[in-house]
């Protein structure tokens, strides 16, 4: 059966304190890597597809790397503004409408 | 601005009633879905909808409804046979079966009184 699994569930951080959260998944062919931001009482909104094993995408602070296990998001010299909890989901090859999401990790960035 | 509408923000449900949510997308994607959040839990899928007129269970359908008779809208039915209704329900959709991420709307948090 397909998995996510994202750690650690809780991050806090100070300002300027770069740090990675972890996406470990085990899915029989995957299609897409996905992350998303949700903030408190909001849907989820989409960050990054990655798709095979070395690939990397950036967008301001954060920068999206893919394994083929696991995937990270490195959060560079973090802003409060940064706090949310973020989502991992995966895509598997056998099924075009089953992305399967992990729990999140919720970063809490303080000034 | 296109995007996705769900309504209400919150919603009450007493015990041995039907309530229905509301998801209406200006995207002119094809695919729609209908996720419940809980926490420290992923998202789990209850229903999806590739076209108008068509629709599929997810993981966790027992208890839930759905229609799709016009592209814009997929509305969710939570039905008295749902016996812990109370959660965090969130509409998607995306252009097709998608590699270019969801758009979510902003959730219908449902609560049974």
């Known amino acids: 059966e397909d998995q996510v699994t994202q750690s650690p569930e809780a991050l806090r951080l100070q300002e300027g304190e770069s740090s990675s959260l972890n996406c470990s998944y085990t899915v029989s062919g995957l299609r897409g890597l996905f992350w998303y931001r949700q903030d408190p009482g909001k849907g989820p909104e989409f960050l990054f597809t990655?798709?095979?094993a070395g690939e990397e995408k950036e967008k301001e602070r954060l920068k999206a790397t893919l394994t083929k296990k696991e995937s990270f998001l490195h959060i560079t010299a973090p802003k409060p503004e940064d706090s949310a909890t973020y989502l991992c989901a995966v895509q598997a090859g056998g099924n075009n409408n089953d992305m399967r999401f992990g729990a999140g990790t919720r970063l809490t960035v303080k000034p | 601005d296109g995007g996705i509408t769900q309504s209400p923000k919150y919603l009450f449900r007493k015990e041995g009633q039907n309530v229905t949510l509301s998801c209406e997308q200006n995207l002119n994607h094809d695919a729609m879905y209908w996720y419940r959040q809980d926490p420290g839990q992923g998202l789990r899928l209850i229903y999806y909808?590739?076209?108008?007129?068509?629709?599929q269970k997810g993981d966790i359908a027992e208890g839930y409804s759905v229609s799709r008779e016009k592209k814009e809208s997929f509305p969710l039915t939570v039905t008295s046979a749902q016996k812990n209704p109370t959660a965090f329900y969130l509409c998607a959709s995306s252009i097709d079966t998608s590699l270019y991420g969801y758009t979510f709307g902003s959730g219908t948090r449902l609560t049974v009184v």
């Open positions: 990655l798709y095979s």
């Open positions: 909808s590739q076209i108008v007129n068509d629709f």
